[in-house]
């Protein structure tokens, strides 16, 4: 079993380095490219190959760890729900019962979280509550988008910057806790505030790019 589990852990690296790295590169290179599309699908495959592998990592004895199984839940719902964003590039896309089904099973492990912070039964008490509540928020953006994906042309792109800008910063979170085993909890929080700081700045970015193209048509 212990090897079984070894194993698992290296593949779990392995993909979770590839995601690290191809999540680096899209998120440095210009979006929409060539390298953008490419690198952002191995970015996925890697998160979701290494996320998978960690929930039964997580839950083996010697290697319990019951927030990094939340993590890991938290990054497989940010990059299924940033790359099913995408059909709605195209208004002919319409939102499923699978897509309410993955916001409605965040949901319900984000209430989870906050309730085992503020009982404490798992410890860690502020980092439960503090993602339990970025899980609602996130879920309360999914609502948002999903009951009208098409209220604005760049609907679906900040949608999908935040999610996929999301799950990468789990990526960076996991590897300075688990790979790195930086202490403290400013390692787990760190992250998600400079992350959500960027994914902020880059939607308002595209908000006025939008509003600008708008009033360059009505001007033309």
């Excluded at 779990?12 to 952002?40: E, N, Y």
């Excluded at 004895?61 to 199984?69: A, E, K, Q, V, W």
């Excluded at 992250?191 to 033309?220: A, C, D, M, Q, W």
């Amino acid at each position: 079993m212990e090897t079984a589990i070894t194993i698992a852990i290296y593949i779990h690296a392995c993909f979770g380095g590839i995601g690290l790295l191809s999540g680096t590169l899209s998120l440095l290179t210009q979006k929409g490219s060539k390298i953008h599309r490419k690198s952002g699908k191995f970015f996925t495959a890697g998160m979701l190959v290494s996320s998978g592998l960690s929930l039964p990592v997580a839950s083996m004895p010697g290697h319990y760890n019951p927030f990094l199984f939340l993590i890991g839940l938290f990054t497989i719902y940010m990059v299924l729900v940033g790359n099913r964003t995408l059909r709605f590039k195209s208004r002919k896309a319409v939102v499923s019962k699978t897509d309410w089904g993955i916001t409605l099973s965040m949901a319900v492990i984000a209430l989870l979280m906050i309730v085992s912070g503020v009982l404490e039964v798992f410890g860690n008490k502020i980092l439960f509550v503090f993602f339990g509540i970025l899980g609602l928020a996130l879920c309360f953006q999914d609502y948002r988008f999903l009951k009208n994906p098409f209220r604005t042309k760049t609907a679906w792109l900040t949608q999908h910057i935040g999610k996929i800008t999301g799950a990468y910063i789990a990526s960076v979170t996991a590897f300075l806790v688990a790979g790195m085993r930086i202490p403290g909890l400013w390692v787990w929080i760190l992250p998600s505030i400079i992350g959500n700081t960027f994914i902020v700045y880059y939607i308002i970015k595209v908000k006025k790019g939008s509003k600008r193209s708008k009033h360059k048509l009505v001007s033309e």
